[in-house]
Structure formats: C-alpha cells, structure tokens
C-alpha cells in the first residue's frame, strides 16, 4: 500500500496494511508497519489520492483532509475509529494580590521607640509562564525524558508544531464599561506573552495555552489513558484569576499602598475608609465561617455602598488623611473601585452568598 499526492499539510500515522506514512516538518518518508498498527490522519485541507492493491486489483481511492484540530482520529485494524483527546490539565488559580512584606526592609517610624512593624502587608499578583526550552516545561514528551529533535538524532524525538495562548474575561454587571468581555488570542512563541499583572484582571478571567507538537516515533502521551501510541499531541495547560473574601482583602492593603499617580496618596486615599473596609471583610467571613450567610451577605452590601459612594474619577487636590476629595481611585488607568466591586459581585454571584468563595 502506498500514498500519494499529499495536499495537506500533516501526515499519516499509518494504514493497517503495512506502510506508514510520517509527517515531520514538512517531509514524508514510509516504512513497514506490522498488521496491528493503528492508523491516524491530520490533514490541513484538499484531498489525497490512495492507491491499493488488493488481490492484484489497483482501487484508486479519494479522502478528503480535514482540518487538523484538538482530535486526532485512530483507526484500528479490525475495529471502528477511536478519538485521541488533548492532555487537558486542571486549571491553576492565580489571585490579583497576595500576603507579603518587605522582610524587614520597609518599617514604620515610631521616634523614641525606633522602628515599628513592617509597612508592606500585600503584593501584587503576577501570571509568570516558563515554558523553558521549545517549551519543554509544557511537552509531556520532554518530561518522559525524550529529547528535542536535532540533526543527524536517531530514535524518538519531538518538535513543536503549534503555540496558542488565549487569554479570556467573563461579563459582569457592574462596571461593565471599565471591564468589557474580551477575548486575546496569541499565537507563536515570539508573540506570546508569559508575564501578565493581575491586579486589574477580574475574576473567572482565562488564560489557556495549547501546544501541539510532533514525535518522530508513536508516543503514547497519557499512559494509561485513553490515547493510543501517536506522532501528534496536543497539551492544554489553564490559570484563572479567583477571588476569596481573603484576596480582595489582600486587594485593599495594596491598593491602601500603592500610588494615584503623582498625587502623593494611595489608591485608597480616605485614611478613615480604609480600616472599615478591612473591617467588613473581617466580619463578613467571620460571619460565613460560621454559616451565618444571611448576616456576611448583608455586611458585604454595606461594603459595596462604602466602596460605590467613595469611587473618586480624579486625585485629592491635596493630600489630606481623610474628608471631601479622598476615597478610591476610579480612573481608566487605576479602575481600583471598580475593581473591588466585580470582585464582591464574584463571590455574591446570583444574590446568593458562596461560603466557598
């Protein structure tokens, strides 16, 4: 059996009666197979001429290409086609800001009593994907010890064939002017973005990275899973942006620490404000804790008018602790009130108060 007048653009794995077709970056070469191979086809688009010969009779047979996608087909010798899934792995939380300090660097002043406790009480969150080599950190293949194709290698090896990240927002009610759906495709290593600041990134925000790659020789990619032995794998890694009634506290100390601008105050700027906010999320979760969800959805309301009522869209003319003029930055560069708000409406979502959030 043999094949010819490849039009696609990926190859064959193999066709039970005895020749394998094998794609690798952009070649074709054949060799024996025995009869209890299985077979896979990726194609890009077109068609392909199949030539057999069956009890000496020459059957010239047409199939079309499909577009190669997330399933690879195998068709067995003797039994109906069984469908390769990607190795999909559990999606990874990641949090807008989180516990830190200074460690010990960053002190307050007390004068005769000398330096008080440290003033950095959260950091801001960061999304840092190191795929390392190839992205070999992300190709099960590498972490079974088979190595990077390279010139004159013999025996298994893989190559990268596809890199696509997908960054995704959820809707929201409010503040759905400042935070609209979007949807950020990226495609191919050098325009690929790996390091992504999360402290404006809404909760239920996606990012999905999918790598398709190819081995020289069948590799059976999730052991014993589904998928048979193949030239093609697909991984697909996830990260989402959680919020938890402990992070958004982590938000306000940050945003209670981090700059408006040149204007000499933080993006909290009301020094009275402050603590009642940390205060309601204190209560709250204690209130949830303890399954009293009525009275931690009710304190949680107050929080959102305290934080509605003193959303500022310009700087303090001055920088006073408190009063007319200070509150929380709510500017298309800093949108840190409207970001406290899609974040209750996140763990209040449907009215309903989510102890697990």
């Given at each position: 059996?043999?094949?010819?007048?490849?039009?696609?653009?990926?190859?064959?794995?193999?066709?039970?009666?005895?020749?394998?077709?094998?794609?690798?970056?952009?070649?074709?070469?054949?060799?024996?197979?025995?009869?209890?191979d299985t077979s896979v086809f990726l194609f890009r688009a077109g068609w392909t001429s199949l030539s057999?010969?069956?009890?000496?009779?020459?059957?010239?047979?047409?199939?079309?290409?499909?577009?190669?996608?997330?399933?690879?087909?195998?068709?067995?010798?003797?039994?109906?086609?069984?469908a390769s899934v990607p190795i999909t792995h559990q999606s990874i939380a990641v949090y807008q800001a989180?516990?830190?300090?200074?460690?010990?660097?960053?002190?307050?002043?007390?004068?005769?009593?000398?330096?008080?406790?440290?003033?950095?009480?959260?950091?801001?969150?960061?999304?840092?994907?190191?795929?390392?080599?190839?992205?070999?950190?992300?190709?099960?293949?590498?972490?079974?010890?088979?190595?990077?194709?390279?010139?004159?290698?013999?025996?298994?090896?893989?190559?990268?064939?596809?890199?696509?990240?997908?960054?995704?927002?959820?809707?929201?009610?409010?503040?759905?002017?400042?935070?609209?759906?979007?949807?950020?495709?990226?495609?191919?290593?050098?325009?690929?973005?790996?390091?992504?600041?999360?402290?404006?990134?809404?909760?239920?925000?996606?990012?999905?990275?999918?790598?398709?790659?190819?081995?020289?020789?069948?590799?059976?990619?999730?052991?014993?899973?589904?998928?048979?032995?193949?030239?093609?794998?697909?991984?697909?890694?996830?990260?989402?942006?959680?919020?938890?009634?402990?992070?958004?506290?982590?938000?306000?100390?940050?945003?209670?620490?981090?700059?408006?601008?040149?204007?000499?105050?933080?993006?909290?700027?009301?020094?009275?404000?402050?603590?009642?906010?940390?205060?309601?999320?204190?209560?709250?979760?204690?209130?949830?804790?303890?399954?009293?969800?009525?009275?931690?959805?009710?304190?949680?309301?107050?929080?959102?008018?305290?934080?509605?009522?003193?959303?500022?869209?310009?700087?303090?003319?001055?920088?006073?602790?408190?009063?007319?003029?200070?509150?929380?930055?709510?500017?298309?560069?800093?949108?840190?009130?409207?970001?406290?708000?899609v974040d209750i409406e996140y763990v209040t979502r449907g009215g309903i108060f989510q102890p697990n959030?």
């Open positions: 059996m043999r094949m010819s007048q490849i039009l696609g653009w990926i190859g064959a794995r193999s066709l039970k009666t005895g020749v394998l077709g094998n794609w690798l970056d952009g070649s074709l070469t054949s060799q024996p197979l025995n009869n209890n057999t010969r069956e009890g000496g009779t020459t059957l010239n047979k047409y199939l079309p290409l499909f577009v190669a996608g997330a399933t690879v087909l195998s068709v067995g010798a003797n039994a109906a086609r069984v989180y516990p830190g300090d200074s460690n010990g660097t960053n002190l307050s002043s007390k004068g005769y009593l000398g330096a008080g406790s440290d003033v950095i009480s959260a950091v801001p969150g960061v999304l840092s994907i190191e795929g390392g080599a190839n992205w070999e950190n992300f190709v099960g293949a590498a972490k079974d010890g088979i190595p990077h194709i390279s010139a004159g290698q013999s025996g298994n090896a893989w190559s990268i064939k596809n890199v696509v990240l997908q960054k995704t927002t959820p809707p929201y009610i409010q503040c759905s002017d400042v935070f609209p759906v979007k949807n950020i495709p990226q495609q191919g290593t050098a325009n690929i973005r790996t390091w992504w600041p999360l402290m404006y990134d809404v909760p239920g925000t996606n990012w999905t990275l999918t790598i398709l790659y190819g081995t020289t020789l069948p590799y059976d990619d999730d052991g014993a899973g589904p998928n048979p032995p193949a030239y093609v794998h697909q991984e697909v890694w996830k990260w989402h942006v959680d919020a938890t009634l402990g992070s958004i506290a982590n938000a306000v100390r940050l945003f209670h620490e981090l700059p408006f601008g040149l204007d000499e105050v933080p993006l909290i700027s009301d020094e009275c404000l402050y603590p009642q906010l940390l205060s309601w999320l204190s209560s709250a979760e204690a209130a949830a804790s303890a399954g009293d969800t009525v009275s931690a959805g009710l304190i949680l309301g107050d929080f959102e008018l305290g934080v509605m009522d003193a959303c500022i869209g310009a700087s303090p003319a001055f920088p006073s602790p408190t009063g007319p003029g200070t509150g929380i930055a709510n500017t298309l560069e800093n949108p840190a009130c409207c970001k406290l708000l959030k």
